[in-house]
């Protein structure tokens, strides 16, 4: 059976996203700010839960149609044959999104869809299923427009940047599907040097072994399409065995990092570990100032601290310019790539970006400034704006 599908990504990642889905051979390929829509059986939903590095879950639509008020959402919910998706043994949770919608209260509006599934369990079963919004068996998202609803199955569960690989993090750690993202923006390929120069708890790292090693992101992991009543364990055996089979065995990929904060290098150690992929790369405990580069050229990829808290504003104007001299002294011949929400770390560095690329990391706006570092040419000249 054929069914439609929605991937939702970061934004600013619809085409890479695009590609992916075009890779595993998804049919009516629908790019939209957000997300991307397409067609296909329940074996490519497995498929692109296992090796998509760019999508945050893949959602099966149940059911569409028009509204204006909650009694015409609840009636549209109440039509879809639940029964058909999960047991009433199993519990579930509904999240709802609007887009322009109508509706006075979307807390009111999840309320309704609820009650439309729990009836719709109790006319076919006798009973309804439970609640349980942190770790429920089963989720149902909810997409509200202006005029219409859509109702997907979340085929995903945990979030898919949840890789099941890194235990530990920092403060405010880069998402993976963010960072594979960034790293296929940057042009990188496997074998060509890449340091990460401020690799916090190492997402930018695990990414890149994961990528050079051929090892499929959702490999580690259990998914919501497990717990679905349609679930082909045979066929989800299948694929993921094969994808297990082509993965690399862990050596040394040419991918360095290292971090000025002591703590963050122990971090990502210890998440490498855990992985299993410590081999694959070089960690180090070393300022920005003092990287020496470990190649002639490669690609350098950095997520700068952000100036959240009072006082870190003025030690990242401070920190930037020492940034930029140890870029120019040093790195000709790379290409640099910072995610950053702070538009003045160019200006700062007094280097000029080729490309801004714009990216929302969770709610923040970002861009990504590509900076190509060639002997002599990079110095920005004193202008009037």
């Known amino acids: 059976m054929h069914y439609q599908f929605f991937a939702t990504c970061p934004r600013g990642l619809e085409p890479l996203l695009e590609d992916e889905l075009n890779s595993i051979r998804a049919r009516q390929i629908k790019p939209t700010d957000g997300g991307v829509g397409f067609a296909g059986d329940m074996l490519l939903c497995y498929r692109a839960n296992l090796e998509s590095r760019i999508a945050t879950r893949i959602l ?17 919910a109440y039509k879809i044959d639940w029964v058909q998706w999960f047991e009433v043994e199993q519990d579930f949770m509904v999240k709802v999104t609007g887009v322009r919608c109508p509706l006075k209260s979307l807390e009111f509006a999840t309320l309704r869809i609820k009650d439309a599934i729990c009836d719709r369990f109790r006319e076919e079963v006798g009973s309804r299923p439970s609640i349980d919004t942190r770790e429920p068996d089963v989720r149902v998202h909810a997409y509200l427009g202006a005029e219409e609803y859509q109702l997907y199955v979340d085929t995903s569960g945990n979030a898919l940047y949840q890789r099941g690989l890194r235990r530990a993090s920092i403060e405010a750690p880069l998402r993976e599907n963010l960072a594979a993202g ?91 570990e855990q992985a299993g992929l410590l081999d694959a790369m070089q960690v180090a405990h070393r300022e920005f100032t003092d990287v020496v580069p470990p190649a002639a050229e490669g690609i350098l990829v950095a997520n700068p601290p952000y100036g959240v808290r009072i006082g870190e504003d003025e030690e990242l104007a401070a920190l930037y310019p020492k940034m930029g001299e140890a870029l120019k002294k ?36 970002c861009r990504v400034f590509e900076i190509k570092m060639v002997a002599g040419s990079n110095r920005k000249e004193k202008s009037n704006d």
């Open 182 to 272: 960034i790293l296929k923006l940057s042009g990188w390929q496997p074998g060509t040097p890449l340091l990460d120069p401020m690799c916090g708890s190492g997402t930018f790292l695990l990414e890149a072994a994961m990528i050079s090693l051929d090892i499929a992101p959702g490999s580690n992991r259990s998914f919501g399409f497990e717990r679905l009543k349609n679930f082909n364990a045979g066929a989800w055996q299948s694929l993921l065995k094969q994808a297990k089979s082509r993965a690399k065995p862990v050596a040394f990929q040419g991918i360095y990092g290292s971090d000025a904060d002591l703590r963050a290098v122990r971090i990502t150690r210890k998440n490498l």
């Open 330 to 365: 040093k790195f000709a011949g790379w290409n640099a790539y910072f995610l950053t929400n702070d538009m003045r770390l160019p200006k700062l560095m007094r280097l000029s970006p080729t490309k801004r690329t714009p990216l929302f990391n969770g709610p923040l706006e």
């Open 60 to 76: 099966l639509q149940v059911g569409k149609g028009r509204y204006s008020n909650e009694d015409e959402l609840y009636q549209g």
